[in-house]
C-alpha cells in the first residue's frame, strides 16, 4: 500500500517561499502511470489540486497558481516538492500530497504569518 507523508515548516512569512516534501513509501514515484499530486484546502474552504508530476518527470499546475508553483522530484529518495513563491495569509491552508490512485497523505497545516 502506498504511503504519502508531508514535511515542511508550519510557518511562512509573507512573501517567502514554501517548500513542503512529500515522501512516498510502498511504491515507486516513477511507476508508469503514477501522478504526483499536491492540494491544499484554506479554511473554510474547498479542496484546491495545485499541481502534480508524473512518473515521466512531467508537471502540471493549477492555472491560477502556476506563476507562483514548482513541483519537482527526487528519484533517489522517492520525494517530490512542492515550491509556493511570495507567499500571502491567503496561502494559509492544510496541504496534502496525493496520488491519482486515491492515496493521500495526513495533510500539514502551514500558515502565513509575520
Known amino acids: 500500500q502506498v504511503q504519502l507523508q508531508e514535511s515542511g515548516p508550519g510557518l511562512v512569512k509573507p512573501s517567502q517561499t514554501l517548500s513542503l516534501t512529500c515522501t512516498v513509501s510502498?511504491?515507486?514515484?516513477?511507476?508508469?502511470?503514477?501522478?504526483w499530486i499536491w492540494i491544499r484546502q484554506p479554511p473554510g474552504k474547498g479542496l484546491e489540486w495545485m499541481g502534480a508530476?508524473?512518473?515521466?518527470?512531467?508537471?502540471y499546475y493549477s492555472p491560477s497558481l502556476k506563476s507562483r508553483t514548482s513541483i519537482s522530484r527526487d528519484t533517489s529518495k522517492n520525494q517530490f516538492t512542492l515550491q509556493l513563491t511570495s507567499v500571502t495569509p491567503e496561502d494559509t491552508a492544510v496541504y496534502y500530497c496525493?496520488?491519482?490512485?486515491?492515496?493521500w497523505g495526513q495533510g500539514t497545516q502551514v500558515t502565513v504569518s509575520s
Open positions: 496525493a496520488t491519482n490512485l486515491g492515496y
Open positions: 508530476i508524473a512518473y515521466s518527470g512531467s508537471t
Open positions: 510502498g511504491g515507486s514515484i516513477t511507476t508508469n502511470n503514477y501522478y
